[in-house]
């Protein structure tokens, strides 16, 4: 990206004044060498975001930022609730996909004396991969329940613990969710692919902690270095992938109707109040349900595996974060507090101490953010800060972002290769594909430490924590 078509405000933080048919300013959060290396078309896209009819104070984008569908990956938006819209590209294809972090109590050296044998367990107790099927079968009345329960309901079905609920955000359960508005072809998609990791970035991790940043918060975090930690990321799977589908090509055909001029047609929206806008967040809501039932239940079979190779063993919950989403939040705008919909593509809540959805025992830290890394390089744990509100609405970064496309990651390693070459450095790789590994290969995407340190130096979340991975099971 040209930095001379923005205005530096600090170190990390870049204008876009409004211009054309912007209505708001754009933002982006970043070092110099992280905006130097984003496309072009992260900058084309958030100003096409900062157009949309009733948005709030700016449009963003996070250090992680790069091109997406309709928005950028790592793009922030809030909407007024009365004249704004709601955007299936803004909320994204993987509606809800997350991370959540679990604590093991376990020490490296017992990870290390059954590693290859506790990678090969997980990859054949957990399935990855496209179109990978699990163990549980839903019925269309399971499925309703599930839409409408999240993982409130995985664990009333036996897939965990009810301590789990309150490390979740909305405490598992996402309120609003219309079931009735997923059609039949996302609930066929999705009625077997429960409790399954899926493709692309999607893993799950087993890491140690590496280094401490913050020792206060991660006390408050339960978090030591040395400790072992199991990460999984994975989202809505096939469900919402198939509502967004839908979605976006209802909207682009209605846009006309609600008088907006899209200035992409990948921005496809309408109107919150709109009987469409109502219809969309009835479904994402679902989706979001579906995300977090899907996690607790993979949650559930790590703590199989656990037990398996380690009796004594207890998996607990640090967090569970979301990205891709859109929420109705309260928010400060110019002295008054206001009700806003936010959309975080590739971005994440980071909500500082004090807030008050936030369980008791972690209120007075902050808000755990967990910024995923690859396969080859480290993860981190950060905390939501005081300025975060008032920098993004609350909102942080979500991982690496890329910085090669996949086929050009493809073209450039060879999966059998990466996976012996990450092998003698001591990580072990699991994946049904060796392609997969190579369209994840570490290099292709950005450094997750300058990302991390960035979204600090920016005033977004604070570093707590750096994992580094042991075992990864890949889709």
Known sequence: MDIQRLERIDDTEWHIPPQGKMRVPAVLYATQALIEAMDDKVREQIVN????????????????????????????????????????????????????TLHTGLDPEQILAVQERLADRLFQHIPAGVGSTGRVHLTPKQMDEMLAGGARWAVEQGWGEAADLARIEEHGCMAGADP???????????????????????YLEVQQVGEVFDAETARAFGIREGDVKVSIHCGSRGLGHQIGTEFLREMALAAPGFGIQLPDRELACAPITSPLGQRYLGAMRAAVNCALANRQILTHLTREVFAELFPDS????LYDVSHNTCKEEQHEVDGQTRRLYIHRKGATRAFGPGHPSLPADLRAAGQPVIIGGTMGTSSYILAGTETSLQRAFGSACHGAGRRMSRRQATRTWHGRELQA????????????SYRGIAEEAPDAYKDVG???????????????ARLTPLVCIKG
């Open 314 to 317: 207890r998996l607990t919950l």
């Open 421 to 432: 070459e990450l092998a003698g450095r001591g990580i072990f790789i699991r994946s049904p």
């Open 49 to 100: 975001v900062a157009t949309l009819p009733g948005i709030v104070r700016a449009a963003y984008a996070m250090p992680d930022a790069h091109w997406g569908y309709g928005f950028p990956i790592g793009g922030v938006a809030a909407f007024d609730p009365d004249t704004g819209v709601i955007s299936a590209g803004g909320v994204g294809f993987d509606i809800s996909c997350g991370v959540r």
């Open 180 to 202: 009735a508005q997923v059609s039949a072809r996302a609930r066929a998609r999705q009625k077997d692919e429960m409790g399954t990791l899926g493709s692309g970035n999607h």
């Open 450 to 464: 300058e990302v991390a340190e960035s979204a600090e130096r920016a005033g977004l979340a604070r570093r707590v």
